[in-house]
T-cell receptor, first 110, second 119 residues
Framework: EDQVTQSPEALRLQEGESSSLNCSYT??????LFWYRQDPGKGPEFLFT???AGEEKEKERLKATLTKKESFLHITAPKPEDSATYLC???????????FGAGTTVTVRA | DADVTQTPRNRITKTGKRIMLECSQT?????MYWYRQDPGLGLRLIYY???????NKGEISDGYSVSRQAQAKFSLSLESAIPNQTALYFC??????????????????FGPGTRLTVL
């Protein structure tokens, strides 16, 4: 069964303190990996899709990387507005369903 | 205006009541999904539909039913609500494989959610 595990569950950062979030997965035949950002009381907002090991994507202070077993979301010099829950998701091999991790809640203090 | 809208945004109901949550989208996508989100469990798929005539069960469909009234509308019903159906419910949409790859990994776009409480 496909599984997606995110760590840590929660991360508290000082403004400007860079860090990384982890998403590890056990899927047969990875077809890609999605990162989403979710603010309290709102729906997940799409950030990135990574398709193959070695691929990297960047958006402002966020950079996502992918290996054969896991993905990292690096937050460089975070600001309070980067506070959110970050979700990763992996598509199933033979259909269009996604398996989501439980998320990492990031809090950035000014 | 939001591309994916959900109504109501909040609902409190009692055990045994029938509830309908509605989702509309203006993105022109063929595929629509219903998820529920519980603390610590992540998003879980309830039902999905690839077009008006194609509806499929997800991983937790028991106690739920859906209706795809049109390409842009997908409703989720709880026939007889129970307290463990208290959760955040999200609708999502996706296009049919815009990545150009042999096996598509179409991006899903989410609505703002409905917070449902069953007493």
């Amino acid at each position: 069964e496909d599984q997606v595990t995110q760590s840590p569950e929660a991360l508290r950062l000082q403004e400007g303190e860079s860090s990384s979030l982890n998403c590890s997965y056990t899927v047969s035949g990875l077809r890609g990996l999605f990162w989403y950002r979710q603010d309290p009381g709102k729906g997940p907002e799409f950030l990135f899709t990574l398709y193959s090991a070695g691929e990297e994507k960047e958006k402002e202070r966020l950079k996502a990387t992918l290996t054969k077993k896991e993905s990292f979301l690096h937050i460089t010099a975070p600001k309070p507005e980067d506070s959110a829950t970050y979700l990763c998701a992996v598509p199933h091999l033979n259909d269009y369903k996604l398996s989501f991790g439980a998320g990492t809640t990031v809090t950035v203090r000014a | 205006d939001a591309d994916v809208t959900q109504t109501p945004r909040n609902r409190i109901t009692k055990t045994g009541k029938r509830i309908m949550l509605e989702c509309s989208q203006t993105k022109g996508h063929d595929r629509m999904y219903w998820y529920r989100q519980d603390p610590g469990l992540g998003l879980r798929l309830i039902y999905y539909s690839f077009d008006v005539k194609d509806i499929n069960k997800g991983e937790i469909s028991d106690g739920y039913s859906v209706s795809r009234q049109a390409q842009a509308k997908f409703s989720l019903s709880l026939e007889s609500a129970i307290p463990n159906q208290t959760a955040l419910y999200f609708c999502a949409t996706s296009d049919r494989g815009t990545s150009g790859r042999a096996l598509s990994t179409d991006t899903q776009y989410f609505g703002p959610g409905t917070r449902l409480t069953v007493l």
